[in-house]
């Protein structure tokens, strides 16, 4: 963070100082939320959750190296004590990305937010310093310590924004106002809360709504709802996709051998072939939408398809792909699931698994509302139209839904088992992989399917990554 004293930081935030000797005493250190991350010069925000209150840790993270503690009552050591910490930590933010004059990249988005601002942190470091959210620390907590930890050379902010409501998006971008403005697509995710399509739509343009007339909104050219919403924004607007209307575009879309994309990018600059290091289709979207912005910051089209071709994946358990010793390929997909990212997945599994063996090991997506039994029964009839080798449906009632649909969808249906949890799904493929398999893993993030896939690579020992 660049540095502050504790008297300006009180004053951004309106808290008052306690147990402080010296009001100018500088943070110059990242602000954190967990007192096992701090070091010398920090600042510690001690949150209240619903099983630790960080009050409580306020003692050691000072002994530890912080200047002094953000917090909502005196705690023996230096504070600055304020009414809400969430409130303040924003406030302190909306400071800091105020004087610092960076040009801030905000995206949404219902799928693939985190594996877009990933490769457009990759493509703009090429030209200038660039602070971006680690994994997927978009809410309004994660997005105001994300653009905390920027300082005087940072030139590029970029932000993922995520939304679960109508004005969470407004909220974010308060904070953080943005100059670039990128919606990727309006999908099923979180369709349980929001109530639909529309009310998703809705939420997601508010990011375009808070561009100014100089800055620019990005939109996906293939996704209606999103095209729409040029119409709410007086911003320049510039289309992404695999339409020949848009402005950034891919052409000769295809997949390598090994499922990796590959296409002619072509920008209002110049046309330049893009190979990307990452796997499935899906990502020719998520790269078009990369190049967009890094167009619009004045880089080459030939200069965006090396970065784009040299990025690789920055975000654990997002198609992360390693081949055992044995020859077993592992496809650790389960930091979420949604309907898309789900079918995107295992198209990814069906284009990496020509002439191999191919498994799907799936779990619930959550937060479908109404929509849920039908979802789940149509992911497991398309991975019956992709020719999957075999579906393990993990878990109770959604699990049994997928398996459902498979089993439905014809005679290949025996070839799907539904089982009760992790451990089991662990059990059945220890038995059953043989070399050149290759095994997707996926499901929503509660589900905790990652420790499959951890599970058949420590049965390994020493794997090679890819």
């Known amino acids: 963070m660049i ?51 960080g009050h409580d840790y306020a003692d050691q993270a000072v002994r530890a190296g912080a200047v002094a503690v953000l917090a909502q009552r005196p705690v023996g050591v230096p504070a600055i004590v304020v009414e809400d910490v969430q409130t303040a930590l924003g406030a302190l933010a909306r400071h800091v990305v105020r004087r610092l004059g960076a040009t801030l990249v905000a995206l ?68 953080t106002p943005p100059k670039i403005g990128l919606v990727l697509n309006v999908g099923s995710a979180h369709i349980g809360e929001f109530g639909g399509r529309e009310q998703i739509a809705q939420a997601k343009g508010e990011l375009v709504e808070a561009l100014p007339e100089e800055g620019a909104a990005i939109l996906n050219a293939d996704d209606p709802l999103v095209r729409a919403m040029a119409s709410r924004t007086k911003a320049k607007v510039i289309l992404f996709g695999e339409s020949g209307e848009a402005d950034v575009r891919a052409e000769n879309v295809r997949l390598t051998d090994s499922g990796q994309p590959a296409f002619m990018l072509h920008t209002p600059s110049g046309a330049s072939e893009v190979t990307m290091r990452l796997y499935g289709e899906h990502h020719v979207s998520n790269a078009l939408a990369a190049a967009a912005v890094a167009h619009e910051l004045g880089m080459s089209a030939t200069e965006i398809a090396t970065a784009l071709s040299e990025a690789g994946s920055l975000s654990r358990w997002r198609m992360e ?79 049994s839904w997928l398996q459902l649909g498979a089993y439905n969808e014809g005679s290949w249906g025996e070839e799907s088992v539904h089982v009760s949890d992790a451990q089991a799904a662990v059990d059945l493929l220890r038995s059953e992989l043989r070399p050149g398999d290759v095994v997707l893993v996926k499901a929503s993030r509660s589900v905790g399917l990652e420790s499959v896939a951890q599970a058949l690579l420590d049965a390994e020992g020493e794997v090679a990554a890819r």
Do not use: C
């Open 3 to 53: 540095a502050l004293s504790l008297a300006e930081i009180a004053s951004v935030v309106g808290g008052q100082t306690h147990d402080i000797p010296d009001p100018s005493a500088q943070v110059h250190g990242p602000v954190v939320i967990d007192s096992r991350q701090v070091k010398d010069g920090s600042l510690f925000a001690a949150f209240v959750g619903e099983r630790v209150d």
């Open 108 to 175: 949404t988005g219902s799928a693939g937010k985190t594996s877009t601002k990933d490769l457009i942190a990759q493509v703009l470091r090429r030209k200038a310093p660039t602070v971006f959210t680690p994994g997927s620390l978009n809410n309004e907590i994660g997005l105001p310590l994300t653009a905390l930890t920027a300082t005087e050379e940072t030139k590029f902010l970029v932000l993922e924004m995520g939304a679960r409501g109508i004005g969470h998006i407004s909220y974010l971008t308060d904070l």
């Open 321 to 399: 792909v390693t081949e055992r010793p044995d020859g077993v390929t592992i496809v650790n997909d389960a930091y979420n699931a949604n309907p898309e990212s789900m079918r995107a997945a295992l198209r990814a599994l069906a284009a990496m698994g020509k002439g191999r063996r191919t498994w799907a090991v799936l779990g619930k997506m959550a937060e479908l509302g109404d929509e849920a039994l039908a979802e789940h029964d149509a992911v497991g009839r398309l991975a019956v139209r992709l020719n999957v080798g075999k579906l393990v449906a993990v878990g109770g009632r959604e699990a």
